[in-house]
C-alpha cells in the first residue's frame, strides 16, 4: 500500500492509522451484536475512541518524539519541538459508528507553525486512504485527486454540517435549497472533504466544528485545486469554527448567496 512518492510523515501516519483500523473494525463488527442500553453502547463507543486515539499518539510518538499533539479526546500536549503538532481525531463520525453505519474515519493533520502541512483521512471499512502534502497533491490509494468542475449551482452536491444551529445561515440554506442545491448532512465532516477533494463533492459548508474535524481535509481540498475560506469568506485559519470549501467554481456563487 505505501507508496514511493508518499513523504515518510504520510507513509508513519498511514501505518499508526492502519493499525488502530483493524482494531475498528473489530469493535464496528461487535456493535452489532450488542443489544444493550444506551448507556453501555456509549461507553463502548467511547473506549473505542480512547483506544483508537491511543494507538494512534503512541505510534506517531515513537518517530517524532518532541511534536505536540491536539487530541479530540486526551486534549492538547505540548511538545518540546514548539513547531510541529499532530492532530488527530479517532473516529470522525461518531454517530454513524453507533448507529451501524460504514461511514466513519479516522483523521490525522500535521500542522507547521500553525498552518496545516499534511493531513491523512482512513475509512477503515471502505479501506480509502486519503493522503495530502503541502506542495506534493491529494491521493486516493494512490490516485491524484482532483476536485469536481462543476459551475451551475444546480447540478452541485453540497455537503452540510450543523448550518441550521447558525441562525443567520438558515435563509441563505433554504435560498438555496429552493434554487435546487442538493445538500447531504452525512455525518463526517472529515470525510466531506475528502470527497470534496475528490470531486464527489462539490463543496462542504459547515459550522460548530473543530480543528480535529476538519484540518487533514482542509489540506486535501486544497491540494486538489479547491478553495477553503470560512463561511463569510474571510481567511480560514485553525482558530476558525466554521468552513467553506469548494471546487473553486462555485465558491463566489455560494457566498453571494
Ligand atoms: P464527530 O463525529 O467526531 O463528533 C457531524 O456533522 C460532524 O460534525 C462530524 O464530523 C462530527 O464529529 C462533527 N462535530 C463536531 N462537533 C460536534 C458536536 N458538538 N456534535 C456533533 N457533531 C460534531
Ligand atoms: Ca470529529
Redesign the pocket.
Known sequence: MITNNQPPIINIMEKAARTAGKKLIRDFGELEKLQVSSKTLGNFVTNADVRTEKILKESLEYHYPNYGFIM?EEGNVTGKDKDNTFVI?P?????NFIHGIPHFCIAIAKLSNDTISDGIIFNPITNEFYWASKGKGSWLNNQRLRVSNRKKLEECVIGA??IEKDLNSIDKLNFLKKNSVSFR?M????LDLAYVASGKLDAFWGY???LW?IAAGIILALEAGGTVTTSNFDKWDISSRDILASNSFIHSKVLKI
Open positions: 479530540e481525531d473516529i470522525d463520525g461518531t454517530s454540517s450543523s448532512n455525518g463526517s465532516a472529515a460548530n466544528l473543530n474535524d
